[in-house]
């Protein structure tokens, strides 16, 4: 059993606030200051050069991508970190395509994070053969599924209301018309359990500063499946992903198996800090999370929905279909946000209508919950986001 | 003038060490340390996700690619900070390549470092449009900027050797036959001044953990010129670099300006870390910087070569077309910097058979010098290199 009072302790959490934002960005692991200060002094002060080798910061990016692939059921050796979540999908979606050139649909969801239609719509006009980036609203998403759709790009959960896509059933289909599929964990890799291999995904991407708690600028990971790892030919063919970096051939010559993703330089200072949040995930079991996680977010629904009738719920209220996040649809959202936050929950406001509100096991427990609704339901009863003689408190305390 | 005992007493020198690498990895800024572990312990511990906007995370790309623009000559506003070098070359390249439509001729030189020629390997087959990279030796560079040439890519200083390209030159000669320059100042940021705007520099790019003494792993920085920069139209178009990221709209509208070539979330620990390199690079003027930096390169080929005859130069003679780095010939090359290391000189060894040595005026002066000549040539005239019965040791002491 994960010891959740252990794993609070973990984190620096400011007192007197309810954090519900750690979808966005988790908070800091108390021992992050400490390992990135001896990284600095140490590491980089002492040891300079000699770091990429004897303090490992050249095998970081695959040391820590294991770490992440025992959290989303990837094999060993299969998860490589680095860049940002955007680029991730870039290589993802170029490597896919090329896999399936026969092929020019793109299919994706209304639902999905806006940077992977963006990048998806680069990559598009890049390439110049006429791809069609198809995007339905995310209940046709299977239907679309048809034996023209080279990938199926799709983030997991909802990042505004934390609707679950059934990753196992859509690759499935995915793979039964000869598409392959690209999975997008940003909210879900650290909140609930993802099986990339025993699902079959061929690609998956996510950061890791929201769950997983690695912090602002956090690199990204990218998992390619053993079937195409050994196949595939980056797009983003940096010297980092050559079988031999420091050989400085003229000529790019691909890393073996997902190492070939990787592209510059690490992050080396990001990863420190990433470090000892992967430190927290070993105290935790996964499965024990996503029980804690549906009950925490079930808790949560009822006493809102018995204190403020006024709040819609815009998530599932099956627990087993919903991420770690709860949204209330509310017309007035953008100031009741802003005054749930200064009441000392932190949530945070998605347009047009929605009041998000993360909860992470690993340090949010049922009195949490109870104080967020208390608070919540102070300012939407007595409509505090209205009233302009309510100050709103520049600290919370 | 530049106080340069003041600038060498900002960073973390380790005693008994003289280290002449910090064109590869610069060295620690004393105020690191402390800058990165407030920026943890406040802006993340305490503040969180409000940190974005009230530490200035979201704006810090740009506000420290200015004071980058400071030193490389770009007009501000005109540099923005993110991912890595090879991605930024990336971007300048498809950019580049978008902006002469009726070309298929990449022109870069074999001094090049290698991962840029590397992205340009993946663009190319990505594009799938014949392009061809024409790679010739340095010295042939100027005759083979012909009119079929749709960019020019080149790397200032040469990583190997130091020799320098002219950039207000070539850029001229480029111009003139049609073609666009793509510079790579990866080894010329930080170690001589660089005027792009005053050489019409079509698109810049560079590192920030050498020269600029950003840390392991410290953001690249792109810079596009004016009359580019609201024209162009990202391949990596991400959310960072959307005319409004948090409105999460489904299709991609490019920022102002250079700040479209932003992709993801910011290495916001990264940022910090070098902010306090920016700080030392404040105190410092560029012209000091470069005239200190001759004499001190200056001096040491004189004393190599007086002392050590089994060494040939292999860095140009003439200072003014050398960047802030010497490299030597030497066969037994690299067992011979393994003891030169050992004898706590920290140079780099590049094959096949170059010791290279580099000269950063903020912390190395002229008794550096003399300590690394008097190590070297105690290496090389005992044979160190080749003495079973040396033991190198383990720490410099």
Redesign the interface.
């Known amino acids: 059993m994960t010891d959740f009072t252990a794993t609070k302790a973990m984190f ?1 959490l ?1 007192v007197g606030m309810v ?1 519900l ?1 750690g979808n ?2 988790g ?2 692991p108390k021992a ?2 400490a390992r ?2 001896d990284m ?2 140490k590491e ?3 040891m ?2 000699t ?2 080798n004897l303090s490992g ?1 050249m095998v970081q990016p695959m040391v820590l991508g294991d770490r992440i692939a025992g959290l989303i059921g990837a094999e060993p050796g299969h998860v490589a970190l680095g ?5 991730k999908v ?1 290589q993802a979606l ?1 490597a896919a395509l090329d896999l399936r050139p026969d092929r020019r649909v793109i299919l994706s969801d ?1 639902g999905n ?3 992977d ?3 998806a ?3 598009i ?5 006429g791809h069609e980036l198809r ?1 339905v609203a995310p209940e046709d998403i299977k239907d679309a599924i048809t034996d023209d759709v080279a990938v199926v790009m799709l983030t997991e959960a909802d990042y505004r209301t934390g609707r679950l896509h059934d990753m196992a059933d859509l690759t499935t289909k995915a793979h039964n018309v000869g598409a392959l599929t690209i999975w997008d964990l940003a909210h879900t890799a650290g909140a609930i359990p993802v099986d990339v291999a025993g699902c079959n995904a061929d690609f998956a991407v996510g ?1 890791t ?1 929201k769950y997983l708690n690695g ?3 956090a ?2 990971f990218i998992y390619v499946s053993p079937r195409h790892s050994e196949t595939i ?8 992903g ?1 079988e031999s970096p ?7 010559d691909p890393a073996v198996g997902v190492e070939r993703m990787r ?9 420190a ?1 990433l470090e000892t949040a992967l430190d927290v995930w070993d105290m935790a079991d996964m499965t024990d999370v996503r029980a804690r996680s549906i009950k925490l977010t079930d808790l949560f629904i009822t006493e809102i929905e018995a204190a403020c009738p006024m709040l819609t719920l815009a998530s599932p209220r099956d627990g087993t279909k919903r991420g770690s996040q709860v949204s209330f649809q509310f017309k007035h959202g953008y100031a009741a946000m802003q005054a749930i936050i200064a009441e000392g929950v ?1 949530g ?1 406001f ?2 047009p209508d929605l009041l998000r509100f993360g909860f992470a096991p690993l340090y949010i427990d049922e009195t949490d919950v109870h104080t967020a609704v208390k608070r919540i339901t102070r300012v939407m009863t007595e409509k505090l986001w209205d009233r302009p003689d309510y100050k709103i408190r520049k600290t919370v305390t």
Request: glycine share 8%.
């Open positions: 620096n400011p954090y934002d966005s960005l908070p800091l992050a200051p990135v200060a600095l002094t980089w002060g002492e300079l050069i770091s990429w910061w860049d940002t979540l955007s680029i870039y170029a209304s994070f806006p940077t239609l963006y990048m719509q680069g990559l006009r890049t390439l110049d053969k995007v950061c500063y912090g602002p600028g690199p990204a030919n980056p797009v983003l063919s940096g010297w980092q050559h420091f050989a400085f051939d003229l000529a790019y592209v510059g330089t690490p992050s080396v200072i990001q990863m800090a932190i945070d998605r347009a």
